[in-house]
């Protein structure tokens, strides 16, 4: 264990552990740092800190059992207590914020109960039915009760799990540094030290790479790949990043109220043009309401194509046969491409007579909270980032629930379905239903589907074997040897 492996990448964050993010530069520091009951694997979640479980056949009860002798990184016993402590924190509803939607994880763990049955046994009982628990535990980082209550607000204070690294130095906003624990459960980690390192744009990152100031490069653009297959000795990986790029319609008033006028749009778009024009090829077309990469997305389903006359048809049903204006809520950034998207989306639906009126946002924070707020004139630019179909399906499409992200969309058949997906423990069973919630979200759409972004990693020395996590998180406890 000698290696000392420095990572570039856009963002350089140490977050709260319970923070709730889909982001790859945050997440790849949380899992050096923190370990939970379960971790995302392959073929679905992993033991972690819990060896095994029971799940009740009403799925409101889990019950886990711990590994023995785990330790923080400050020496603090991991126990029951902890877990307790720490799951109850994440439930908290001023816990989880994101883009100003606080509470994300308070609205699926409200009401937890966590019973200490023994220092190694701890049962969870919730108040409703939630056979995807696991989506949300996987982001419950047991952390240390007696740092927490020590560091304040001091996140890297607070910074105390059991993961295979313990943090070493941390420079907000330029660098993290983390030191190898090789008591860790797993087994001692292979390279010594980790540091993130601020790369602001792709370009910076993979001169950083080819220079050999870092050993691997994260979130490059496709055209690297072509620079790194003519240089010697480096690696590189292109992957599927699961956050969807959709446009949001506002369901609830105006043109995208109809069904019609929703299904229209996504059949006038050809998908494949937009990758090209506004991605430059690095991207892939979005058919339904997760990636490809998520739990319950059809492979067998149709994908859209682009389909003027029936685009035509049901627009001139919906009382817009002589076209109609949008009114389009656009952010400068996040995604960066949106106002180019914005505008080959507007060219594309030119022979249907639809045209654009955009209203530009430069704060992304306040472009967030008037989503949130339902304050998005006929349609939005967005992101789904969740790795979880039910979270999407919860926090974007039940009409019950409402939240943060739901912009009046409505349909009670995918609303029954998401009711037995909760009920439904065994896998295989769950996954057909959210299967069928896919096909029903392409029949009666409740956004514009666009695209997901392709990104490549970069990494020093030759790994043919070594690939990107279905997640699109970089796993650091799986970079190869690096020499």
């Known amino acids: ?16 552990p319970h923070a709730c993010t889909d982001s ?7 899992g050096a740092l923190f370990d939970a009951l379960v971790r995302r694997g392959p073929d679905g979640y992993e033991p972690a800190l819990a060896t095994h479980w029971h799940i009740s056949a009403d799925a409101r009860t889990f019950t886990f059992w711990l590994l023995d002798n785990v330790r923080f990184h400050n020496g603090d016993v991991c126990d029951a207590g902890a877990v307790k402590f720490s799951l109850e924190r994440m439930a908290r509803p001023d816990m989880g914020a994101t883009l100003g939607a606080p509470g994300v994880y308070s609205q699926y763990l409200a009401g937890l109960t966590v019973e200490i049955i023994n220092p190694l046994e701890v049962r969870l009982t919730l108040v409703n039915p939630m056979a995807d628990l696991f989506d949300i535990l996987a982001y419950g980082h047991i952390i240390s009760p007696r740092a927490v209550a020590a560091a304040g607000n001091d996140l890297a ?3 105390i799990g059991t993961g295979p690294y313990a943090l070493e130095q941390y420079v907000p906003g330029e660098s993290i540094t983390v030191r190898a624990n090789p008591a860790h459960f797993s087994g001692a980690p292979l390279h010594e030290t980790i540091t993130w390192i601020k790369g602001e744009s792709a370009q910076m990152r993979l001169a950083m790479l080819l220079a050999e100031e870092v050993t691997v490069a994260n979130s490059l653009s496709p055209e690297s790949r072509n620079v790194l297959n003519a240089v010697p000795d480096f ?5 599927l990043a699961p956050t969807a790029i959709i446009c949001m319609f506002n369901a609830a008033n105006g043109p995208g109220a109809d069904p019609r006028v929703r299904l229209a749009l996504n059949l006038a778009l050809d998908r494949d043009a937009l990758v090209e024009k506004v991605l430059h090829g690095a991207g892939q077309s979005l058919h339904g309401f997760i990636s490809p990469a998520h739990f319950g997305a059809d492979p067998a389903a149709p994908s859209f194509r682009r389909d003027l006359d029936q685009a035509g048809a049901l627009l001139r049903a919906a009382g817009f046969g002589d076209g109609l204006t949008l009114q389009v809520y656009c952010p400068t950034h996040l995604p960066d491409e949106a106002q180019a998207l914005v505008a080959e989306l507007e060219s594309q639906f030119a022979p249907l007579a639809v045209r654009f009126q955009i209203h530009l ?3 992304r924070t306040r472009y967030a909270n008037q989503v949130r707020l339902k304050n998005i004139h006929d349609i939005c630019v967005f992101d789904s980032s969740p790795m979880s179909a039910f979270r999407v399906l919860h926090e974007k499409i039940d009409s019950r ?3 943060s992200w739901w912009e009046g969309y409505c349909n009670p058949a995918v609303e029954a379905l998401i009711d037995a997906g909760r009920r439904t423990v065994d896998g295989a069973a769950r996954e057909s239903l959210y299967r069928q919630c896919y096909r029903l979200l392409q029949q009666d ?3 514009l589907y666009l695209y997901n972004h392709r990104r490549v990693i970069g990494i020093k020395g030759a790994h043919p074997d070594w690939r990107m996590s279905r997640d699109g998180v970089l796993d650091v406890r799986k970079l190869p040897v690096i020499r």
């Open 1 to 16: 264990m000698t290696q000392h492996i420095r990572i570039a990448q856009p963002r350089v964050v140490l977050d709260d």
């Open 24 to 30: 790859n530069d945050v997440l790849n520091v949380f």
């Open 157 to 159: 204070r607070r910074a």
């Open 235 to 239: 690696t590189n990986t292109a992957y």
């Open 361 to 363: 946002e430069s704060d």
């Open 401 to 403: 629930v409402k939240g």
């Open 445 to 447: 759409p409740p956004w």
